[in-house]
């Protein structure tokens, strides 16, 4: 967290017009900060699941990649596929959610953990 605190004694040496350039900033980026809310609530979370949003370029990687994961055929991994967004994994560790989110996000695919 040292680099979060380095950050944070930077912001705190900004002047108030440069602070709401900051936030207006980071809202274009972001969008809003709703989702900082989403965090509080992924802390508590037990259980999550894994929803591929896209595939990025490589559809036979993304096949290959759902195949491997859920263990399907490749006819229903290609459904999965031409069928997006799907969630992959329901009710999984955050650890293995970690773990099968990056797998998909190394082929270039877009994944969420909700």
């Known amino acids: 967290m040292k680099k979060v605190d380095n950050i944070f004694n930077k912001i705190c040496e900004l002047n108030l017009i440069e602070i709401k350039y900051l936030l207006d900033k980071s809202k274009e ?3 809003s900060f709703k989702m900082l809310k989403n965090v ?12 591929l949003i896209s595939i990025g370029e490589n559809k036979i990687a993304a096949i ?12 229903k991994s290609k459904n999965i596929v031409d069928n997006l967004p799907k969630i992959l994994l329901k009710e999984t560790d955050k650890k293995n959610a970690d773990i099968i989110s990056k797998k998909f996000i190394n082929i270039g695919c877009n994944c969420l953990i909700k």
């Open 64 to 75: 290959r990649m759902i195949k491997e994961v859920m263990n399907l055929d490749l006819m």
């Open 29 to 31: 980026k972001f969008g």
């Open 40 to 51: 509080d609530s992924v802390k508590k979370k037990k259980k999550f699941d894994v929803e």
